[in-house]
């Protein structure tokens, strides 16, 4: 039975893991105004539309045909050209964009009614003092509670344009009549540099999530931060950045690469080959950099950790990474959808193609990690398969190959014990953030009156916290098993119960505790500090 039970974690990460580098093909937006002269091909379709529309016995919606066949048409072409329908549109770009424009709140739709998980930082919500465990239960008067709608529905009583007002009355836990907040609707920043923070007295740590349109602008602003900190080294953690626009991964692995050293080039249908090397000098060209890299790093992500370890600069750590190699370019079809086809490949400085095959269909090529977990190569990197006719030299004689990811320089085993797994498909389903909630409202008001020290001295997570959780994950049908984890469950929560208090960069240095590749850069800096002295 527990042989059976395992077949799946491989593959709800497998398709966890498919869903992030098909959102990540987003790289090197481009509007195309181009008119193509019409060609017989082209007036088939038309005409086999226009029949079905005037001329077919029934009513048929010629639109979903449309869509079909155009993702028909792409699924036959690579796993990264894909098809963005106009109702999908707006939400898939504003994914990559740098901010939105809103009230800045995250919330859960609990018993219809709208409960602040927290005021994203730098909006307008956090910069008048609405806070975590907050109900909003009027807009501009008008009820926001026993709708009966969803949670999308819920935002567009809150959405508007950037500076106009909402007046909210909100119920705040612990206070017995309504507050009232004015708030003017700004932008929200949305940042994809998800913390910020010192390993050590010397190593600074960034996290970047995927690659948007602020990514650059605020790693400089992190990479300055560290340096006022004392910052001589930077660790890079790229794991599970599905990737994003190709120019931010050229700006900042340009931070680490003296001029005029090659950072990619792409090769066209014709062959023609673009060059993009490093131009300015970098504010860490001269520290020591440490990318840290999984099977779910992709696309930009691989675009710097390639051009870093082709030239010889930093440290790559981490397993073999996803190995998407393709440039796609947005294209308009002018009824508000668009499709991101696949123009160009990409190559490291020393010529490799880090694209995997993709020959064998897409479906094949989505379930890729299931491929690794039963072949070994997530627990020891004598089980990844090279091909050396696909090898490489960087100027510093260290060989490395194409054919599908960057291997790293330093390798990490990947624990996949199924109860291990299974505990961090939760934390990224959201269950244990909806649970955490939960655990807040039974105090609220002394969770909010706590600062950080505070919250790290004084808050528990104990096997009573865990058996609730347990609890809860019957009530919503999930069987969670813990057994020896336990311990790392408890460590989880906390980081979850820090993120919804304090944000992303308190969660992340919680969750961080104890992993081995952040060890590993520790340890490595150590050695290299010594090795100096």
């Known amino acids: 039975m527990k042989n059976k039970k395992n077949i799946y974690t491989p593959l709800l990460l497998g398709i966890a893991c498919a869903i992030g580098v098909f959102m990540g093909g987003k790289i090197n937006y481009s509007s195309s105004d181009q008119l193509f002269s019409s060609n017989p091909k082209k007036e088939k379709?038309?005409?086999?539309?226009?029949?079905?529309?005037?001329?077919?016995?029934?009513?048929?919606?010629?639109?979903?045909?449309?869509?079909?066949?155009?993702?028909?048409?792409?699924?036959?072409?690579?796993?990264?050209?894909?098809?963005?329908?106009?109702?999908?549109?707006?939400?898939?770009?504003?994914?990559?964009?740098?901010?939105?424009?809103?009230?800045?709140?995250s919330f859960y739709s609990v018993e219809d009614t709208i409960m602040v998980?927290?005021?994203?930082?730098?909006?307008?919500s956090e910069k008048i003092g609405i806070r975590g465990g907050d109900r909003i239960l009027y807009a501009n008067d008008k009820p926001l509670f026993d709708l009966g709608v969803s949670s999308d529905s819920l935002t567009t009583f809150l959405k508007g344009k950037q500076g106009s007002n909402v007046e909210l009355k909100v119920k705040r836990p612990g206070r017995e009549e309504l507050l009232s907040f004015n708030v003017k609707r700004d932008h929200v920043p949305i940042k994809s540099v998800e913390a910020v923070y010192m390993l050590n007295k010397t190593v600074g740590y960034?996290?970047?999530?995927?690659?948007?349109?602020?990514?650059?602008?605020?790693?400089?602003?992190?990479?300055?931060?560290?340096?006022?900190?004392?910052?001589?080294?930077?660790?890079?953690?790229?794991?599970?950045?599905?990737?994003?626009?190709?120019?931010?991964?050229?700006?900042?692995?340009?931070?680490?690469?003296?001029?005029?050293?090659?950072?990619?080039?792409?090769?066209?249908?014709?062959?023609?080959?673009?060059?993009?090397?490093?131009?300015?000098?970098?504010?860490?060209?001269?520290?020591?950099?440490?990318?840290?890299?999984?099977?779910?790093?992709?696309?930009a992500s691989e675009v710097v950790a390639g051009a870093l370890q082709d030239n010889d600069v930093g440290t790559i750590i981490g397993r073999r990474s996803y190995g998407k190699g393709l440039v796609q370019r947005e294209m308009d079809l002018g009824d508000g959808s668009a499709v991101r086809l696949t123009i160009a490949r990409y190559?490291?400085?020393?010529?490799?193609?880090?694209?995997?095959?993709?020959?064998?269909?897409?479906?094949?090529?989505?379930?890729?990690?299931?491929?690794?977990?039963?072949?070994?190569?997530?627990?020891?990197?004598?089980?990844?398969?090279?091909?050396?006719?696909?090898?490489?030299?960087?100027?510093?004689?260290?060989i490395v190959y194409g054919g599908g990811g960057i291997i790293p320089d330093v390798f990490i085993p990947k624990d996949i014990e199924i109860e291990r797994e299974h505990i961090r498909i939760l934390l990224n389903g959201g269950f244990l953030s909806r649970f955490v909630f939960q655990e807040l409202e039974r105090d609220r008001k002394y969770y909010n009156s706590l600062s950080k020290n505070q919250f790290?001295?004084?808050?528990?997570?104990?096997?009573?916290?865990?058996?609730?959780?347990?609890?809860?994950?019957?009530?919503?049908?999930?069987?969670?098993?813990?057994?020896?984890y336990k311990p790392l469950m408890k460590q989880y929560l906390k980081a979850v119960m820090a993120q919804q208090l304090f944000g992303s960069t308190y969660f992340q240095q919680l969750k961080n505790e104890g992993d081995p590749v952040i060890e590993k850069v520790l340890e490595l800096s150590e050695k290299k500090n010594n090795f100096k002295d």
């Open 45 to 105: 379709l038309n005409r086999l539309i226009d029949y079905i529309d005037y001329e077919y016995v029934d009513d048929v919606n010629t639109d979903s045909i449309v869509d079909v066949t155009v993702n028909t048409i792409l699924k036959g072409l690579d796993p990264h050209s894909v098809y963005i329908p106009e109702q999908e549109y707006d939400n898939v770009s504003q994914n990559m964009k740098g901010d939105f424009v809103g009230i800045g709140v």
């Open 117 to 124: 998980i927290q005021a994203l930082e730098g909006g307008p």
């Open 206 to 299: 960034i996290k970047i999530n995927r690659f948007a349109e602020s990514t650059y602008e605020e790693f400089d602003a992190a990479i300055q931060a560290l340096k006022l900190m004392g910052a001589k080294e930077i660790a890079l953690d790229l794991r599970d950045n599905p990737g994003g626009y190709l120019a931010e991964a050229i700006n900042i692995a340009d931070e680490f690469l003296k001029d005029e050293k090659l950072i990619l080039f792409t090769k066209n249908k014709s062959g023609s080959i673009e060059e993009t090397f490093a131009q300015r000098e970098g504010d860490f060209e001269d520290g020591h950099v440490y990318v840290l890299i999984n099977e779910n790093s992709a696309s």
């Open 456 to 484: 790290e001295n004084e808050v528990e997570v104990t096997d009573e916290t865990v058996d609730r959780l347990i609890a809860y994950g019957k009530s919503e049908k999930l069987n969670i098993r813990l057994t020896d």
């Open 347 to 398: 190559y490291t400085p020393t010529g490799r193609s880090i694209q995997k095959p993709y020959e064998n269909g897409n479906d094949n090529y989505f379930r890729d990690y299931e491929r690794r977990y039963k072949n070994g190569e997530l627990k020891s990197i004598d089980s990844i398969k090279v091909d050396d006719s696909l090898k490489y030299v960087t100027p510093g004689g260290k």
